[in-house]
């Protein structure tokens, strides 16, 4: 990330209310069903419920949100545990280089490995200090806030390691496969 861009990416404008955006239906989904897999090219793969996630050491972190369709919000709070946690949990093999994204109702998207290790990317349960509620991903979603966010999957239940860049749900309808908002990384 370079500390000389501007805040509010080029194409963007400003909202202080949260657009609900996705495809499809909101799945509903109870702390007790929830659970988590992360998989794929890993030495340890993990399997969290819902006790076992809350129970990992919590992180809060403020981030902008950067939409695709043009909309920023500034100072979301987010509230869950630490991508790069996650991570060292899982010990990624020497060929992982991408991660697929897995969702409740069949959502996917890819990350890069390298863009996940930042301090504020994380699978978040709250934001502005409340649970997320359904239409925002509840229980828990992904936040990438340095990418367009289409990358921070709601209702999110796993996580797979892959070598090569593969397109998720929006990729392959058009979307950029890495999404920089400084780049107006939109559509390929
Ligand atoms: N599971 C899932 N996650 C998703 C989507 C989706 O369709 N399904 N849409 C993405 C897109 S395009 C955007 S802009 C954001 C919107 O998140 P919000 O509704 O909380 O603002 O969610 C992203 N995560
Ligand atoms: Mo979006």
């Given at each position: 990330m370079?500390?000389n861009?501007?805040r509010?990416?080029a194409?963007?404008r ?11 239906g ?7 069903e ?7 090219l890993v030495?340890?793969?993990i ?20 939409c ?11 509230e ?39 301090d ?15 239409q ?21 239940n796993?996580m ?6 593969e397109?998720?749900f ?14 107006e990384?939109?559509?390929?």
């Amino acid at each position: 990330m370079n500390n000389n861009q501007p805040r509010l990416p080029a194409g963007q404008r400003l909202t202080e209310d949260w657009p609900i955006l996705h495809y499809g239906g909101i799945p509903s989904i109870s702390t007790d069903e929830w659970s988590f897999k992360i998989g794929g090219l890993v030495e340890n793969p993990i399997d969290l419920n819902w006790n076992d996630f809350m129970d990992l050491p919590q992180l809060k972190v403020t981030s902008d949100i950067h939409c695709v369709t043009t909309w920023s919000k500034y100072d979301n709070e987010w509230e869950g545990v630490s991508m790069k946690l996650l991570i060292d949990m899982c010990k990624p093999k020497e060929q992982a280089k991408h991660v697929m994204f897995h969702s409740y109702g069949g959502y996917t998207t890819n990350v890069p490995i390298e863009d996940l290790l930042f301090d504020n990317v994380l699978i978040a349960h709250s934001h502005n200090g409340s649970p997320l509620d359904p239409q925002h991903g509840a229980p828990a979603r992904g936040v990438v806030p340095h990418l367009y966010f289409w990358k921070s999957a709601k209702w999110v239940n796993g996580m797979e390691f892959i070598t090569d860049e593969e397109p998720g749900f929006w990729e392959n309808y058009g979307y950029h496969i890495y999404g920089d908002p400084w780049k107006e990384q939109r559509y390929s």
